[in-house]
């Protein structure tokens, strides 16, 4: 039945404040316009809702039915605009965001620390995952941004913004300390033993390609799920590690890894953020969003 929600807002007040003479002045109307609303909506429900007695009106029993479920939803329309506005007040509401092991730690923890210092009652919840995977959540609509790295297809529906470069290099540990200080051809790494993350990832997928258009294919003896994985392995000597150069900065501080020189450097590469132009962020994501673009 197509009845005005209007007439339901009347009946509300009536009933909530007891009177039509109270409801006309919460409403701000006059109180015929109430009476008259009355009378439509028992008209198009073919009931009748109140009674008059000498204390003023009552429900009937149809009207006592239709109430508690007239006020279930009134008051749920009431609470949504009461957590919309806390919302835009930011004082409740959510941040989804995918992000990969490296842009999580080398990027977005820093934004998230501020965020979360500024804004503490919103919720942040982080899917991590490889690039490909973070922006397949995007385009399912699971997260309100991905934190993404190069290379990566960009669709038309995405807005992509570069926001911080990063470097591919190449780390070995005391074993192969002959190598210190040399420069290194392409051909010689490929003939070595190898540690690089697995093939889903971007980072892998670049150093393949950027391998191939240089006439190099490599053949890593492993290949591990995460960067720091690598680095581990190669403190070890199971190999020269191939990571993004952040993952490796302490240990080449502190002496336990150095980096080979390569004689041509790889070109660097980078960190971005990605939104979907077709899913609208929310004010608590655009704040977060606005911290970093």
């Known amino acids: 039945m197509n009845v005005n929600l209007e007439l339901y807002k009347t009946f509300y007040y009536i009933t909530e404040y007891g009177s039509i003479t109270a409801a006309a002045e919460k409403m701000c109307v006059s109180q015929p316009a109430v009476s008259q609303s009355v009378k439509q909506l028992e008209q198009c429900l073919g009931v009748k809702l109140f009674v008059r007695n000498p204390k003023g009106i009552i429900l009937t029993q149809e009207g006592k039915l239709l109430f508690e479920y007239v006020k279930r939803a009134y008051e749920c329309i009431k609470a949504g605009e009461k957590e919309l506005f806390k919302m835009m007040d930011l004082e409740a509401g959510e941040v989804r965001i995918g992000a990969s092991d490296m ?13 979360h210092e500024l804004y503490p009652k919103i919720k942040v919840t982080v899917t991590n995952g490889p690039t490909p995977e973070t ?43 002959d190598y210190k200080g ?9 003939n070595m033993p190898l540690i690089c993350l ?18 190099i294919v490599l053949e890593p003896e492993f290949e591990l799920a995460t960067s720091d994985m690598i680095v581990q392995f190669a403190r070890r000597n199971l190999g020269i590690g191939c990571v993004v150069s952040e993952f490796a900065e302490y240990y080449i501080e502190n002496g336990e890894l150095f980096k080979i020189n390569l ?30 673009v």
Not at 103 to 115: A, I, Q, S
Not at 183 to 188: A, C, E, L, V
Not at 210 to 215: L, P
């Open 103 to 115: 842009t999580l730690k080398f990027y977005l923890l820093p934004y998230l620390e501020k965020f």
């Open 135 to 177: 922006l397949r959540y995007l385009e399912a609509g699971k997260i309100d941004f991905g934190i993404v790295s190069t290379p990566f297809t960009v669709k038309q529906e995405y807005d992509v913004y570069s926001v911080k470069d990063i470097e591919d290099i190449f780390v070995a540990g005391s074993e192969w300390l």
């Open 182 to 190: 040399k420069n290194i051809s392409y051909k010689d790494i490929s």
């Open 198 to 215: 697995e093939k889903n990832t971007s980072t892998r997928r670049y150093i393949d390609e950027y391998m191939k258009a240089n006439q």
């Open 263 to 292: 004689s041509e450097k790889i070109p660097k590469r980078h960190i971005c953020v990605v939104t979907d132009k077709r899913m609208p962020v929310s004010v608590t994501g655009r704040k977060l969003l606005n911290m970093m």
